[in-house]
């Protein structure tokens, strides 16, 4: 399966950016599935139930979200009374209590030629709110421990293509700590969450498509997606305190493109995936070579958002 999952979306330039380019990088790519966090799609806050729907509508599967899943509201009734939307948000959030919480963690796709993936999003417990071991959560989600790659070893799974972790979570030791323990048994565990690209996208020994951190697709002049003014002030503490803005410049793409082989779920490639509107970009371009020959249609799509 041929698969691109893009960092988290910010703000209106990055999920416009997103919006334009998803057909062609569909198109470009073959792809089986096109996923991204958008858990700061709306202003840099949270994602909006008309947001979810306009990326969900430009040509993306599903998307994942993370600490800032609740920051709109209207998107817990919309996850109450729309179950199974491909929206999730992390399956170990609330602790004990989140058997409570509106939406789910993990969802079982079915996608093109019968093929079917199951993409889960997990959240960091590390620098992060109190939420359950991630472990705990994901374990029983994934192959069994003793997986058979070309028989499959358990029901549950076995008629699974891919499965797929969104860990959205602030330390790269942790990161790694549970890609370790999902490597062959799980196709790709993909950090979200610092909005900046390391560059570590491997194979690990069992394939395991891993990379700390897939970055944004925001503004990258900017702190993080938000205005370098304000997060300078808040960050020398000057008062009042200054509400973070989104940065208003041209937005670039950050994420990863994996392969996964069906027969035995594992991942077979995976290449940075990073466009900038130009090339001197803060961001640089890094594309997959099918991408290529649409390279300069695509980041005229992207400065056109502005
Ligand atoms: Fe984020
Ligand atoms: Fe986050």
Known sequence: ?????????????????????????RQALKLDLLCANAENAAHGFGLTPKIAESLLESGL???????????????????????????????????????????????????????????I???????????ENPWYALEPLLRAGKFNAT??????TAELDAIIIDFHAEATGEKLTLARLCDGRASALLGTHTHIPTADPCLLPKGLAY????????????????????????YLQSLPRAKLQPALGIASLAGVYFETSSATGCATRIEPFRLAA?????????????????????????????
């Open 1 to 25: 399966m041929r698969i691109l999952f893009l960092g988290d979306i910010v703000a209106a330039s990055g999920r416009s950016a997103v919006i334009r380019c998803a057909p062609m990088l």
């Open 211 to 234: 990379q700390s951190d897939i970055g944004m697709c925001g503004c990258y002049e900017s702190v993080i997606g938000m205005e370098i003014e304000t997060a300078s002030a808040r």
């Open 278 to 306: 130009s090339d001197d970009s803060l961001l640089r371009t890094s594309l997959p070579q099918e991408c290529l020959p649409y390279k300069n249609e695509l980041q005229g799509m992207i400065a056109a958002t502005n």
């Open 121 to 131: 999003n997990a959240i960091g417990n590390i620098f992060m709110q109190p939420c």
């Open 61 to 119: 599967d599903i998307l994942t979200t993370g600490n800032h899943v609740w920051d709109q509201p209207q998107i817990i009734s919309y996850l109450e009374e729309n179950p199974t939307a491909p929206i999730l948000r992390p399956i170990n959030m609330g602790a004990s209590s989140r058997q409570l919480l509106p939406g789910r963690g993990y969802a079982d796709l079915e996608i093109s030629a019968g093929r079917k993936v199951r993409v």
């Open 151 to 156: 028989t499959g070893s358990d029901t549950q």
